[in-house]
């Protein structure tokens, strides 16, 4: 009984060590194979438009309604304390540090990231990539890495469109809806909110998450056995594993950035 529980943790330990360094070993060929595909720039820019545009609606409703809920409970909480005019200086800080951000990245993983899981897992389970190698053509090179820099290119700025949309949504409930004086929502926000602090911080912590998250939904994809139901399988383990991963770098990173 002991000896087969210590065989089972000696088998899921050299299989997720396994994992790991195939991971790893996946992500930096990607990044070795991208030398020359910046002299063909339309692989990069047909990706980020599957990605990235079409990953846009969904990504400015939801900023909007954020944003809206945000102005709403903010000026609530605000209120009990005499404070409703700092309403636009809460919702600029919430959205710029945590929410455009993380939210940006769930919306991103479960539009794009599944997308690109199921399309890179029908790829091999229809020997595309198999009939690629055999055409001497780098699959990684070829397929991987153009979606994997669309990814990084448009996270940043889809976090940047939800953290302004939202804002807009705010202004309209806690301005035009509640009646907060507008010099007063503008001006503390401008006062409140430092470029390279809270927008640059941000913007960093989109570029991580869009790095984990596409490479996340890639490896997941190429990975995939060959068979409808571990491509499924895969497409939901990107889901889970992107979230899980969005949640723990967020935490490491607020950490680091905004400790006094």
């Given at each position: 009984m002991i000896a087969r529980f210590l065989a089972a943790i000696g088998a899921w330990l050299r299989n997720?060590?396994?994992?790991?360094?195939?991971?790893?070993?996946?992500?930096?060929?990607?990044?070795?194979?991208s030398?020359?595909?910046?002299?063909?720039?339309?692989?990069?820019?047909?990706?980020?438009?599957?990605?990235?545009?079409?990953?846009?609606v969904i990504t400015a409703v939801s900023g909007l309604f954020v944003g809206m809920v945000l102005g709403l409970q903010g000026y609530y909480t605000l209120t009990t304390y005499g404070a409703e005019q700092s309403l636009g200086l809460l919702v600029a800080l919430s959205l710029t540090r945590e929410l455009g951000p993380v939210v940006t990245a769930l919306l991103f993983a479960g539009r794009a990231g599944t997308s690109l899981t199921a399309e890179i897992g029908l790829m091999k389970a229809g020997e595309q990539l198999s009939a690629m190698e055999m055409m001497a053509v780098?699959?990684?090179?070829r397929v991987l890495a153009p979606r994997f820099w669309a990814g990084v290119i448009a996270m940043p700025i889809l976090g940047a469109i939800f953290t302004a949309v939202g804002i807009i949504g705010s202004y309209l409930v806690g301005v035009i809806l509640i009646g907060v004086d507008e010099g007063s929502f503008w001006s503390q926000m401008q006062s409140g909110v430092d470029v390279w602090k809270e927008v640059g911080n941000g913007t960093i912590k989109s570029l991580v998450f869009g790095i984990a998250v596409t490479f996340i939904a890639l490896f997941?994809?190429?990975?995939?056995?060959?068979?409808?139901?571990?491509?499924?399988?895969?497409?939901?383990?990107?889901v889970v594993i992107s979230s899980l991963m969005v949640w723990w770098l967020d935490f490491m990173m607020t950490a680091l950035m905004f400790s006094k």
């Open positions: 997720s060590v396994q994992d790991l360094g195939f991971a790893v070993r996946s992500f930096f060929l990607i990044i070795a194979s030398g020359g595909l910046w002299r063909r720039p339309r692989l990069v820019i047909e990706q980020l438009f599957f990605i990235g545009n079409r990953s846009l780098n699959p990684i090179q997941q994809g190429y990975q995939a056995q060959p068979t409808p139901e571990d491509v499924s399988g895969a497409t939901t383990r990107t």
